[in-house]
């Protein structure tokens, strides 16, 4: 749902099940796209990215897709472990300028 | 290879007084950022350096922030007044290229600024 101040979406899985993040960007001529986690006290640390020619990328337990037509971009996280509780940011950039601009956030929990 | 470096990791100020962050980015990294994240929120971008000149500072507060990258690898960003505002994780952030350059950001840890 909608984060309105402090509250963030959230979503919380059981250790072992896959997660899936989900985020819409606003701006159409977006064409790079990165996912973030942040743990608490720490600054973002990078997962994946994709550009807007591509629909799909795949790393290390996580996948990313994109879905131009509707401006959504998700991150799917295989074999959910405790240690990927984290808040959770997807960031664009604009085609026609360098700024990259994040998303509000989803506190992803984990659960033993 | 080292990751960016910033201080302090937490300042306390009054209301009105001065305040500056350190940032080093990675070694090699031309472009330089500084974020400022309030709590429950994305980061949101105040400056961005490639090497010693400014590429965008369309949402820096310029009448009491200002920041400087003189010699195009670290980086300082001063607050003078603080407003309880202000009140936030400023993050500091390099990457190697930027334009239809596209690579990811590299964030250092922040420092908490708390305004009282």
């Known amino acids: 749902g909608e984060s309105v101040g402090l509250h963030l979406p959230t979503l919380s899985v059981q250790e072992g099940d896959n997660s899936i993040i989900n985020c819409a960007y606003s701006?159409?001529?977006?064409?790079?796209f990165i996912w973030y986690k942040q743990e608490s006290g720490k600054g973002p640390q990078f997962i994946i990215d994709i550009r807007s020619n591509m629909d799909k990328r795949q790393g290390q337990r996580v996948t990313v897709l994109l879905n131009k037509t509707v401006k959504h971009l998700s991150l799917q996280i295989a074999a959910t472990q405790p240690g990927d509780s984290a808040v959770y940011f997807c960031?664009?950039?604009?085609?026609?300028?360098?700024?990259?601009?994040f998303g509000k956030g989803t506190l992803l929990t984990v659960n033993p | 290879e080292a990751g960016v470096a910033q201080s302090p990791r937490y300042k306390i100020i009054e209301k009105r007084q001065s305040v500056a962050f350190w940032c080093n980015p990675i070694s090699g990294h031309a472009t330089l950022y500084w974020y400022q994240q309030i709590l429950g929120q994305g980061p949101k971008l105040l400056i961005q350096?490639?090497?010693?000149?400014?590429?965008?500072d369309s949402q820096l507060p310029k009448d009491r922030f200002s920041a400087e990258r003189l010699k195009g690898v670290d980086s300082t960003l001063k607050i003078q007044p603080a407003k309880l505002e202000d009140s936030a994780v400023y993050l500091c952030?390099?990457?190697?290229?930027?334009?239809?350059?596209?690579?990811?950001?590299?964030f250092g840890n922040g420092t908490r600024l708390t305004v009282t």
């Open positions: 350096f490639q090497n010693n000149g400014v590429v965008d």
């Open positions: 952030a390099s990457s190697q290229r930027t334009g239809t350059g596209d690579s990811p950001l590299h």
């Open positions: 960031a664009e950039k604009g085609r026609s300028n360098y700024k990259l601009t």
């Open positions: 701006n159409s001529a977006s064409d790079y």
